[in-house]
């Protein structure tokens, strides 16, 4: 199988994956939300900053590098095994170690004990995580697929059962545990690789430059995406942190999500075509373009019916939320597009680059957010968004000089579905506010006429690309 057609097919059963995906956490998320409080989202919200944080260290990034690395044998993947095990246990120990600090950070109690359970998932998870990267190395995502769908559904089954129960706070807890012991179970189920007695330090000379700066990247990088859970839990209390996280989580992580799956796909891929830039720029370029056809409408569209989506769905108890979601609509439209640079500079073997401006990206965020509390959750998300802007357009144009792009290019190939995108905004917000109907039937019109006038318009403005696409889905077998 030739290279486009791995790839096509992994960006198929990815956007599968992640489609399911998206859809099962959706449910599961409108039923918790329901059945939950704010403040049991927002009790969660704190305790995975630093469980979020600690992850970053479990694999010291050796899983990229031994993607990015095309001559491994059993040397690295047993070393790294054996690697992950130990940090695993050791980041279990950490996080059940300062937990009483952290419970005491906040000034809630229950903190400690949430902390104390959620962390036996590093030590889980450290067992699969080789697995998992020689699935993605070669590009194996069907299996992935499978994996993601069963153990979402099983982890999300079993906690809207306790939810339903009467268990708080603790049945999001054991959503999460769930999910790493099923995932885990399913990987070693579906990888035919198995760890041996076997520890090269060779091996480790051989990954520890690339790993290294990632981790480092990981790291930063990490502290300048949820520093405004941070600094909310802590100054604006539970409450305030569960509405922001659910605004969070049904406007950036849906976009962020379809742009992970294509740098999953991507980056093996841009890996074993690095040094030929003209073929590597042609490829990013339909990505991106790709991406932008799915992402445009969608926050858009998202924008319109935030109201109806919350009211209907989740229920007025989540309402602060609307202002929020529309707010994080304009930082997700740059973010869908932003997510895809990482592929391309790791493609470089430029970890060291990627550290660097994850450094100061983490200053410029943490600034943003302790000048937006002032003004709570509002300023927050206004703050973010403009410095997050401003971010985004500085690293596009690092990226594009890395593989010698020209960045007029660059724009010009994203500018049909920008206009595309904004006609079908434009018409579907005048004419429901010419109908001015409420509520539920408010929300389903204007999905269904959202829907019905990009569709039109990609068939008169973009028949041809819009042919490209859906016959690299037919091509995928």
């Known amino acids: 199988m ?78 790294a095994f054996w690697i992950n095990i130990g940090f695993g246990l050791l980041l279990t120990l950490v996080i059940m170690g300062i937990s009483p600090i952290i419970a005491q950070f906040y000034g809630k ?49 079993i906690g809207i059962y306790m939810a339903y129960s009467g268990f708080g706070v603790w049945s999001l807890v054991s959503q999460m545990l769930s999910y790493t012991i099923l995932n885990g179970i399913l990987l070693w189920r579906l990888s ?38 941070l600094l909310i839990g802590r100054f604006l209390g539970a409450q305030s942190l569960g509405i922001y996280a659910l605004a969070h989580k049904l406007m950036m992580a849906p976009l962020t999500n379809i742009s992970w799956v294509i740098t999953r796909v991507m980056f093996p891929a841009f890996s074993k075509i690095n040094h030929d830039l003209a073929r590597l720029r042609n490829i990013y370029l339909k990505i991106t373009r790709f991406i932008s056809y799915i992402a445009f409408p969608l926050v858009l569209g998202l924008f319109i019916v935030a109201p109806e989506l919350v009211g209907a769905v989740f229920g007025p108890k989540w309402s602060t939320a609307i202002v929020l979601i529309r707010i994080l609509c304009v930082c997700s439209l740059f973010h869908s597009i932003y997510t895809t640079t990482t592929s391309i500079i790791l493609s470089q073997a430029r970890s060291d680059l990627l550290f660097k401006l994850s450094i100061f990206n983490v200053l410029c965020v943490a600034s943003a957010i302790f000048f937006g509390l002032r003004w709570g959750l509002v300023g927050v998300a206004l703050s973010y968004t403009i410095e997050q802007i401003v971010w985004v357009i500085f690293v596009q144009r690092i990226t ?67 042919k490209e696409m859906i016959s690299n889905v037919y091509a995928r077998t």
């Open 192 to 229: 035919r690789w198995r760890p041996k007695l076997i520890f090269s330090y060779d091996a480790i000379k051989d990954m520890i430059h690339f790993s290294v700066n990632f981790t480092g990247f990981n790291i930063v990088n990490y502290l300048a995406r949820n520093v405004d859970y």
């Open 400 to 466: 594009n000089s890395l593989i010698k792009m020209d960045s007029t290019i660059f724009i010009k190939n994203l500018s049909q579905s920008i206009i595309i995108s904004l006609v079908m905004f434009t018409a579907v917000l005048v004419l429901k506010q010419l109908v001015n109907w409420t509520g539920i039937i408010s929300l389903v019109f204007c999905v269904f006429l959202g829907i019905s006038i990009y569709l039109l318009l990609m068939m008169t403005l973009e028949k041809k690309n819009l």
């Open 2 to 79: 030739s290279l486009k057609q791995k790839t096509i097919k992994g960006l198929f059963w990815s956007f599968s994956s992640q489609g399911g995906k998206q859809a099962a956490q959706f449910i599961i998320t409108v039923i918790l939300a329901r059945l939950l409080s704010p403040n049991d989202f927002g009790l969660v919200g704190m305790a995975v900053v630093f469980t979020g944080f600690a992850d970053v260290f479990k694999d010291l990034g050796i899983s990229k590098a031994l993607i990015q690395k095309q001559d491994i044998d059993q040397r690295h993947l047993s070393t």
């Open 109 to 157: 109690p229950e903190i400690r004990s949430i902390l104390m359970l959620l962390s036996l998932n590093f030590i889980f998870s450290s067992f699969t995580i080789i697995q998992q990267t020689i699935l993605v190395k070669e590009m194996d995502f069907r299996s992935l697929t499978i994996r993601d769908m069963v153990a979402i559904t099983g982890a999300g089954s």
